[in-house]
């Protein structure tokens, strides 16, 4: 981990919500179709390891590193709550796990979605910001 | 509409706002795939949640 990389993470609270933003042609095309900044979506939980949740093709919903968009590749938004309270987190920690345990791949169906209205995702398949909605749900 | 070329040193949290609650909720809410994601959106910045920091390809900016 680089000192840059060290003195961004340095702080971030748990369970903020990360907007990324990559230069990938699949990246560039979501990005084009939803006119949106950003094209992907994961939750920080830090614990010392700056670890994130995210939804991805290879993995469905599982846990990755921040480092891996703090390159010169990505731009990223941190969307922070300092106002969380300790029974909060605890009942965040308790939905996280839920939905991670429950998803059991990553959802095209509902990608395809945004061009063919009408197809949804499985229950137990997701998108990234469809992690991120179920997780607002439950909160 | 979100500003792509952003200048690192000017940016401020309200430069994000519309991303927060605009264009992609709105179409969202067309299509009704998700019926909800405007009123969570809401809902999250009435929560408490800000734009806290920003990394733009190795430059960046804690607010």
Same mark, same amino acid.
């Given at each position: 981990?680089?000192?840059?990389?060290?003195?961004?993470?340095?702080?971030?609270?748990?369970?903020?919500?990360?907007?990324?933003?990559?230069? /990938?042609?699949?990246?560039?095309? &979501?990005?084009?179709?939803?006119?949106?900044?950003? @094209?992907?979506? *994961?939750?920080?939980? =830090?614990?010392?390891?700056?670890?994130?949740?995210?939804?991805?093709?290879?993995?469905?919903?599982?846990?990755?590193?921040?480092?891996?968009?703090?390159?010169?590749?990505?731009?990223?938004?941190?969307?922070?709550?300092? /106002?969380?309270?300790?029974?909060? &987190?605890?009942?965040?920690?308790?939905?996280?796990? @839920?939905?991670? *345990?429950?998803?059991? =791949?990553?959802?095209?169906?509902?990608?395809?979605?945004?061009?063919?209205?009408?197809?949804?995702?499985?229950?137990?398949?997701?998108?990234?910001?469809?992690?991120?909605?179920?997780?607002?749900?439950?909160? | 509409?979100?500003?792509?070329?952003?200048?690192?040193?000017?940016?401020?949290?309200?430069?994000?706002?519309?991303?927060?609650?605009?264009?992609?909720?709105?179409?969202?809410?067309?299509?009704?795939?998700?019926?909800?994601?405007?009123?969570?959106?809401?809902?999250?910045?009435?929560?408490?949640?800000?734009?806290?920091?920003?990394?733009?390809?190795?430059?960046?900016?804690?607010?």
């Amino acid at each position: 981990m680089t000192q840059q990389q060290k003195e961004f993470c340095k702080g971030i609270p748990i369970f903020s919500i990360l907007s990324v933003r990559g230069e /990938e042609v699949v990246a560039k095309l &979501i990005r084009f179709w939803e006119r949106g900044f950003s @094209n992907h979506t *994961a939750i920080y939980l =830090g614990r010392g390891q700056n670890l994130i949740v995210e939804a991805s093709p290879r993995r469905a919903v599982n846990y990755s590193y921040i480092t891996k968009y703090l390159t010169n590749k990505y731009e990223l938004i941190v969307y922070e709550n300092n /106002e969380l309270k300790n029974s909060q &987190i605890e009942k965040l920690k308790d939905v996280l796990y @839920n939905i991670q *345990a429950e998803t059991q =791949g990553y959802s095209f169906l509902g990608l395809l979605g945004f061009l063919l209205p009408g197809l949804k995702s499985k229950t137990n398949e997701k998108f990234c910001s469809e992690t991120e909605l179920s997780y607002f749900i439950r909160h | 509409m979100f500003p792509v070329d952003i200048d690192i040193n000017h940016v401020s949290p309200s430069d994000f706002d519309e991303f927060m609650l605009g264009e992609r909720n709105r179409i969202l809410l067309e299509n009704g795939l998700i019926e909800d994601a405007l009123r969570i959106a809401d809902e999250a910045k009435m929560l408490g949640w800000k734009v806290g920091r920003f990394w733009k390809r190795g430059v960046f900016k804690i607010f």
